[in-house]
Each structure stands twice: as structure tokens, then as C-alpha cells.
């Protein structure tokens, strides 16, 4: 079973729009988040990790986590068609370990 | 900040061949490196991971006698894919993270193509 589901698995939203994109966690003992972004041809790149309950904010991204639900969402405002990638979301044991798990993906189209 | 390159980009090899991949880090220490290996669907494999002082770790599927990994210092790892096959192909990342860091920062990955 795959132990880091994604939603939806592919998404459309027009330029400036919001874009939403899920994660939840089937194992409980995973429950520290990261969130990358993968260009075609190129490494996924780290945007941003979340730890704790709530929100955290960084400039046009934000992530949310609900620890009971093992949930974590990533919102793109202002969506830009530099931002059409493969979204994936990763999950680890601890927060330091190189080990992560990773879902398979949701590919965000902006149109522009 | 950290970097992460890899090379090749992309390497071709004979079916029963053997190729090596290289992973440096630059602007931090990597004292862990994780290699992966994403398939042509997207999906990430876990092949190991190095971490400085340990032993390297292998995930199951894959052995250290078919994917020999050395990380000999704190900016330079390398592994060797032995006797590829065409289940073998795909692109191969290099993660590495720096000492009570969080990230794991990777690079642009080695694509292997095997004929």
C-alpha cells in the first residue's frame, strides 16, 4: 500500500488562479512533511517542509497540516505558468532523516 | 546555498554493463546521502543511505553487490550501477543533507538508458 497518497493527480488552474494540492499520510508514524517540485528534466527541488499544526507561509506558498488526519495541503496563490511541475509530497519518521517517502505526484498545468 | 550536482546527466550503457554515477555537494557538509532511483512512471525508489559513521543502509531490493555506493568524504558521493539491465534504467538522484538539517537537497539526477 502506497503510504503517502496525493491528490489529485493532475490539475489545471489559470494564470493568477489558486492551486490546491493534498497529501495524507496512511502511516501514523509518519508525520513530518515535506513538499518539492519537479520541472521536466530537472531534480525535485525542496519548497518547503511543515512539522506542526497550522500554516506556514512562504511568499506564494502554504502549507497547512492537521496531525490527527495526518493531512498536509499545499495552496499556490497567484499560480504562474513557471509553476506547471510534477508536485510531490514526502513524508519521514523524524525530521532529520534522509529517508523520505514519496507520493506519486500531482502534476499542476497553469494556463496562461 | 545548497547545491547538489550530479554527473553525467545522462548516460547510455550495453545491457550487462556497468556504470558510474557521481553526486558533489556544495555549500554544506553532506554528512547523509540518499540514492534514489525514479522510474519512467515517476515513482521514487529508495536504493540506500549514507550517513557519515555509519554504515550505508540499503532499502530491500537492493543489495550493495549491485549497487556498490561509496561516500568517501563530506561533499562527494558516487555509486555504480554493475551488470545493468533495462530494469535498471531510470533517473538516479542524489539526495544529501547537511549536519541537523531537515532538507534533503538533490540534484539534477543521472538518467540511464540501457540497450
Known amino acids: 500500500q502506497q503510504k503517502v497518497q496525493q491528490s489529485p493527480e493532475s490539475l489545471s488552474v489559470p494564470e493568477g488562479g489558486m492551486a490546491s494540492l493534498n497529501c495524507t499520510s496512511s502511516?501514523?508514524?509518519?508525520?513530518y512533511f515535506w513538499w518539492y517540485r519537479q520541472h521536466s528534466g530537472e531534480g525535485p527541488k525542496a519548497l518547503m517542509s511543515i512539522f506542526s499544526d497550522g500554516d506556514k507561509k512562504e511568499g506564494r506558498f502554504t502549507a497547512h497540516l492537521n496531525k490527527a488526519s495526518l493531512h498536509v495541503s499545499l495552496h499556490i496563490r497567484d499560480s504562474q505558468p513557471s509553476d506547471s511541475a510534477l508536485y510531490f509530497c514526502?513524508?519521514?519518521?523524524?525530521?532529520?532523516?534522509?529517508?523520505?517517502?514519496f507520493g506519486l505526484g500531482t502534476t499542476l498545468q497553469v494556463q496562461p | 546555498g545548497a547545491l547538489v550536482y550530479q554527473y553525467p546527466r545522462r548516460t547510455i550503457c550495453k545491457s550487462g554493463t556497468s556504470m558510474r554515477m557521481e553526486c558533489q555537494a556544495v555549500g554544506f557538509q553532506a554528512t547523509s546521502v540518499a540514492w534514489y532511483r525514479q522510474s519512467p512512471q515517476k515513482t521514487f525508489e529508495l536504493i540506500a543511505l549514507?550517513?557519515?559513521?555509519?554504515?550505508?543502509?540499503?532499502e530491500q531490493n537492493f543489495t550493495q553487490e549491485k549497487f556498490p555506493i561509496s561516500h568517501p568524504n563530506l561533499s562527494f558521493s558516487s555509486m555504480t550501477v554493475l551488470n545493468a539491465y533495462l530494469e535498471d534504467r531510470g533517473l538516479y538522484l542524489c539526495?544529501?543533507?547537511?549536519?541537523?538539517?531537515?532538507?534533503?537537497?538533490f540534484g539534477s539526477g543521472t538518467r540511464l538508458t540501457v540497450l
Open positions: 549514507s550517513t557519515v559513521n555509519s554504515a550505508i543502509k540499503y
Open positions: 514526502a513524508a519521514s519518521l523524524t525530521g532529520n532523516t534522509g529517508k523520505l517517502i
Open positions: 502511516d501514523r508514524n509518519f508525520q
Open positions: 539526495g544529501a543533507r547537511g549536519r541537523g538539517a531537515e532538507t534533503l537537497y
